[in-house]
Nanobody, 124 residues
Framework: QVQLVESGGGLVQAGGSLRLSCAAS????????MAWFRQAPGKERECVSG????????YSADSVKGRFTISAMNTRNTVHLQMNSLKPEDTAVYYC?????????????????WGQGTQVTVSS
């Protein structure tokens, strides 16, 4: 049974940083692509960052390029999202997602496994 557990969310002032973590179990990390999505109230869930199973390919949404960095520790089945220079518009629930295909996808429909989400709130 695949399980994804996020941690690291919270309240931060604009310009600050947070590091989200996703601990994965029940899956073979080396063949799963991983991604971080976010969903703000009244908005659709969007992919902000992704990493292929090989750790070679990455995706970053234009809105977070240069500010957010995704990384994976295959030996610990953990994925991180380092978020710097946070803005109020980054406020959302952030979700970790996994798909049993090696390449990244940016649509939420392509991900079968989801964490419960962690709230990130950026104050101005």
């Amino acid at each position: 049974q695949v399980q994804l557990v996020e941690s690291g969310g919270g309240l931060v002032q604009a310009g600050g940083s947070l590091r989200l973590s996703c601990a994965a179990s029940g899956l073979t990390f080396s063949i799963f692509a991983m991604a971080w999505f976010r969903q703000a109230p009244g908005k659709e869930r969007e992919c902000v960052s992704g990493i292929s199973s090989t750790g070679i390919s990455f995706y970053s949404a234009d809105s977070v390029k240069g500010r957010f960095t995704i990384s994976a520790m295959n030996t610990r089945n953990t994925v991180h999202l380092q978020m710097n220079s946070l803005k109020p518009e980054d406020t959302a629930v952030y979700y970790c997602a996994a798909r049993d295909i090696m390449v990244i996808a940016t649509s939420s429909q392509n991900y079968k496994y989801w964490g419960q989400g962690t709230q990130v709130t950026v104050s101005s």
